[in-house]
């Protein structure tokens, strides 16, 4: 099981079934709510994911057409997001309590990646999102 929180707790939320991937987005965006060089994202089916606590305390804000970003309206934290009807997850790897049992798959958007930042190990690179047959086997 995967469990986390946000930064002052108020939000908790566990994920039943085990993970499917860990990637790493250099989008703009990204970089802009993670603060740093790359947004860290765990993904996992949504039918395990369930809020523990503090559900009444996210927000969420649309940061492009259809694209939302959640977070704790007291310690402004970043949280889960449910998407495609809440089939699926994506969880902000620095919320996950404990080993999420894996591992980070791939480097995306890196087209608009930060200039100050060098990507020096040897997973898989796009400049874009990775087309269709890249996510098969983590599905």
Not at 27 to 54: N, P, Q, T, Y
Not at 80 to 97: F, K, M
Not at 109 to 129: G, N, V
Request: one cysteine or more.
């Amino acid at each position: 099981m995967v469990e986390g929180a946000c930064l002052c707790g108020a939000v908790r939320f566990e994920i039943g079934s085990p993970a499917q991937f860990i990637n790493y987005c250099h989008c703009s965006m990204c970089r802009k709510v993670s603060g740093s060089a790359f947004g860290s994202f765990l993904h996992a089916h949504g039918s395990s994911f369930r809020w523990v606590a503090g559900q009444s305390s996210i927000a969420q804000y649309e940061s492009s057409p259809g694209n939302f970003r959640a977070f704790c309206r007291t310690c402004g934290a970043s949280v889960p997001v449910l998407e495609d009807n809440g089939s699926h997850v994506i969880v902000p790897a620095g919320t996950i309590n404990g080993d999420p049992l894996v591992r980070p798959v791939v480097h995306i958007h890196t087209a608009s990646k930060a200039p100050w930042h060098e990507i020096t190990d040897a997973l898989p690179q796009f400049e874009a999102f990775p087309p269709q047959e890249f996510w098969a086997p983590y599905e």
